[in-house]
């Protein structure tokens, strides 16, 4: 059983920075995409950044190089740096993997951008 783990979601003013965490554990061969997804209430999902393989990138544009996606294979742990945050990437931040074929969602971390 693998288990995907959000953190380092929080309150943050407008302007600062936050970096969230995905752990993974449990039976792990190989972590093919680990992806950062999104929703803000009354809205989709929406993809913010993935990382493919361990070293291919890819951003969305609202991103507009705010945010740096990176992965520690070591530790089975992805990241998302998030600075310049404004009131619009207020949103619950879901850490999407593909491990050995099979896709796993975590719970999600609240972020709050407000003054």
């Known amino acids: 059983q693998v288990h995907v783990v959000e953190s380092g979601g929080g309150l943050v003013q407008p302007g600062g920075s936050l970096r969230l965490s995905c752990a993974t554990s449990g039976s792990i061969s190989s972590i093919h995409v680990m992806a950062w997804y999104r929703q803000a209430p009354g809205k989709q999902r929406e993809l913010v950044a993935q990382i493919i393989n361990g070293d291919r990138t890819n951003y969305a544009a609202f991103v507009k190089g705010r945010f740096t996606i990176s992965r520690d294979g070591a530790k089975n742990t992805g990241y998302l740096q998030m600075d310049s945050l404004s009131p619009e990437d207020t949103a619950i931040y879901y850490c999407?993997?593909?491990?050995?074929?099979?896709?796993?969602w975590g719970q999600g971390t609240q972020v709050t951008v407000s003054s």
């Open positions: 999407y993997t593909i491990i050995s074929g099979r896709q796993y």
